[in-house]
């Protein structure tokens, strides 16, 4: 009955407007972010303009359809300031004229994936044999009581969603059973202890979350730099080659260097937007570097040899970079870290201060460093915390070393269900450990 034609990708804030489309007996929409009420449609056009703030979160947005007395009818959601999904599946209820669920269908949508690898079909708990996931015949099972129909895709090692559908006497609808990873950091813990053991250490809104898995995935570092810092990491390259070859012969030299191992991946993305953000809606656009690098070519070459180059010369907007690596970041439920590399160039043109991308980050449980390669100067850079000063190779590999030792420190853990990753904390119980950031 309802659903969004505007959508957004990118970093979405500000006011904007937001249509949607309606069909039978609606006569009310209503528009909520993270459950408070926006705004209220009255007919159409189905359309309103809407602030979603000031300030840079990841939320909900659902639009909530009513009819005239009041009932809800359907509702519709979109996530937003979130790294995008690689594939979306869901369990779509078919009924017969009386209302009753007669049947399920399983589809899913992929850029990436035609079709998942394997698909696993439960009911009520017991596996269930389906020759077709387009039709799941379900007219044998009990009238009595409700039922759950249960149903994981897996599209990678690292890709899996869960969704369930619950039905029968009491209860028809669709019930979101997918998981939610949370990047946590090992502060006195040599390892984690398995999911049972976690048990209260997780909750939401005081709620109790369930553990599913603990993981020690690959790592991205994303790096946003200034272009004039580009040329002092460059001046660093011969004596971080003249180490190199040192290196070759001890093991052990490579804490003497910029690299990373097998399983760190490096990206480096642009400060400056292509095209300028002019109109709605205001997704910020920023080159980005298409093929990863990995960890042992160092992170100078990466940061030299693969940077975007700079296409309009116009003012760098700092801070919607440092929000759109951070989502860059958490793509695919990796270990992460944001790396800012200052340069001497002061003007920023983002549409929000560093205090509000570092919440954001801090809301996303994306841990930033700022390593800054001004030198000494009378007008440092502010709003960005903890600046550390890389001035030489020595600086630089300090540097690298305190990274490698926090990427080794992360564990992804996994949660039952869907939720914001700043809805997540941490209960009294949990000891040793801390949320990234």
């Not at 189905?46 to 990841?58: A, Q, S, T």
């Not at 202890?193 to 570092?221: I, M, S, Y």
């Not at 919607?320 to 920023?348: Q, T």
């Not at 190779?393 to 269900?417: A, F, P, S």
């Amino acid at each position: 009955m309802i659903e969004f034609l505007t959508l957004f990708a990118g970093l979405i804030l500000g006011v904007q407007n937001i249509e949607v489309a309606v069909s039978g007996p609606v006569t009310r929409v209503e528009l909520r972010l993270n459950d408070e009420v926006l705004a209220d449609i009255d007919g159409p056009p189905w359309v309103v303009r809407c602030d979603l703030g000031r300030e840079l979160h990841p939320a909900v947005l659902e639009a909530v359809a009513f009819d005239t007395a009041g009932r809800e009818l359907d509702r519709a959601g979109q996530r937003i300031n979130l790294p995008g999904r690689r594939a979306e599946a869901e369990i779509v209820s078919i009924r017969d004229e009386d209302g009753r669920v007669n049947s399920a269908r399983l589809t899913w949508s992929s850029p990436e994936f035609s079709r998942p690898k394997k698909i696993a079909v439960e009911l009520d708990g017991q596996s269930l044999k389906v020759r077709s996931p387009y039709r799941i015949d379900l007219r044998g099972v009990d009238d009595e009581g409700d039922h759950v129909l249960s149903a994981e895709f897996q599209f990678s090692g690292d890709l899996i969603i869960r969704r369930e559908l619950v039905f029968g006497s009491e209860f028809t609808g669709d019930h979101d059973s997918g998981l939610t990873a949370v990047a946590v950091v090992l502060d006195e813990l040599d390892e984690l202890p398995p999911p049972e053991a976690l048990e209260g250490w997780f909750v939401r809104d005081g709620e109790p979350l369930e553990v599913t898995a603990v993981e020690t995935p690959d790592a991205r570092v994303v790096v946003v730099r200034d272009p004039t810092a580009v040329h002092a990491l460059a001046e660093m390259s011969p004596e971080l080659d003249r180490r190199r070859k040192k290196a070759r012969r001890d093991s052990s030299k490579q804490r003497t260097l910029d690299i990373f191992g097998d399983d760190v991946e490096i990206s480096v993305l642009s400060p400056e937007p292509v095209p300028p953000p002019d109109r709605e809606p205001a997704a910020m656009l920023f080159p980005y570097s298409n093929r990863p690098i990995a960890g042992p070519k160092g992170i100078v070459s990466a940061t030299v040899g693969s940077a975007p180059a700079s296409l309009l010369g116009g003012p760098l907007m700092m801070s919607d970079a440092v929000a759109m690596a951070a989502m860059r970041a958490a793509e695919g439920n990796r270990r992460r870290m944001v790396v800012l590399i200052l340069g001497k160039r002061r003007e920023d043109g983002s549409r929000f201060a560093p205090a509000i991308a570092r919440r954001y980050l801090e809301d996303l449980r994306v841990p930033l460093v700022v390593w800054d390669l001004t030198g000494p100067s009378e007008d440092p850079p502010t709003g960005w915390g903890d600046l550390k000063p890389v001035e030489n190779v020595d600086d630089l590999v300090r540097q690298v070393r305190r990274l490698r030792y926090r990427l080794g420190e992360q564990r992804i853990v996994w949660l039952r269900g869907t939720h914001l990753p700043q809805q997540v904390e941490l209960t009294e119980r949990a000891r040793g450990v801390s949320l990234a950031r």
